[in-house]
């Protein structure tokens, strides 16, 4: 079992940047891809970001791709987003998720994770 809780949300304007934390209970954390995903109001949750476990392979959506910056630090068992021109768009409760395989390799569809965190809130105002 391995339990996961998020921290850095928070209320800021276009433009701004904020840092996303995710820490990991256990001790194998090296062998698992992380990944952060987002669920709008009203919308469905959406892949935003994951990370190898070595943190060597780390694929990102479209939406994010040159803003956002995903990143380890194993020996702290954590796992962050630095989120950089944020925009209103980017407002959603964001979560990381852990997928446990003997790879450790990323992906990008939510069914691939097995363990969540409770989510932190992201709002952008514009």
């Known amino acids: 079992q391995v339990q996961l809780v998020e921290s850095g949300g928070g209320l800021v304007q276009a433009g701004g940047s904020l840092r996303l934390s995710c820490t990991a209970s256990?001790?194998?954390?090296?062998?698992?891809?992380m990944g952060w995903f987002r669920q709008a109001p009203g919308k469905e949750r959406e892949f935003v970001a994951a990370v190898s476990g070595s943190g060597g392979s780390t694929p990102y959506a479209d939406s994010v791709k040159g803003r956002f910056t995903i990143s380890r630090d194993n020996a702290k068992n954590t796992v962050y987003l630095q989120m950089n021109s944020l925009k209103p768009e980017d407002t959603a409760v964001y979560c990381c998720a852990a997928r446990v395989s003997l790879s450790a390799s990323p992906r990008t569809r939510e069914q691939e994770y097995a363990y969540w965190g409770q989510g932190t809130q992201v709002t952008v105002s514009s």
């Open positions: 256990g001790r194998t954390f090296s062998r698992y891809a």
